[in-house]
């Protein structure tokens, strides 16, 4: 499986009606009036699969963002640019294992006094890749 260079969201788990998990399409959440504005902006997402060993997600810097607000947010270390009209605003480091692609979700503590591993695999279903709640697709 490459994951090398840049994926956007396919699919996204949501609930119906009947509060059972089903996959929605970007075009239909997007579609939806009913989706929340802050889904709307996620699907917009971008996962960059970079060869520094970290999947960057990302969005277009929205136009109404004041430069002020973006030069700040980089200063801080909160986010960072990618090319001219992207901003990073989370970083999952990757790695492949025993064949497997593995990313940190960054979960951290215990359960039963046991330590969660925050590493997961990422797997190939009818095509995409699931990344969280998402299926990704290369862009």
């Known amino acids: 499986m490459d ?3 840049k994926f ?7 609930f119906n009606d009947n509060f059972e998990q089903v996959w929605k399409s970007a075009e239909e959440m997007l579609a939806d009036e ?3 504005s802050s889904d709307k902006k996620l699907l ?7 060869d520094d060993g970290f999947i960057k997600l990302m969005m277009p810097i929205p136009e109404d963002m004041p430069k002020e607000e973006i030069d700040e947010a ?33 979960t951290r503590g215990e359960i039963l006094g046991e330590a969660i591993n925050p590493w997961t695999e990422i797997v190939e279903e009818n095509g995409m890749i699931r990344f969280f709640t998402y299926h990704l697709v290369k862009a």
């Open 44 to 50: 917009g997402l971008i996962a960059v699969f970079d």
């Open 74 to 106: 980089i200063e801080s270390g909160e986010a960072e640019l990618y090319g001219d009209d992207m901003i990073v605003f989370e970083k999952h480091p990757y790695k492949v294992e025993d064949g497997k692609v593995m990313f940190d979700t960054g």
């Open 8 to 14: 956007r969201i396919k699919e996204m788990l949501t």
């Open 3 to 5: 994951l090398s260079g």
């Open 34 to 36: 009913n989706t929340d």
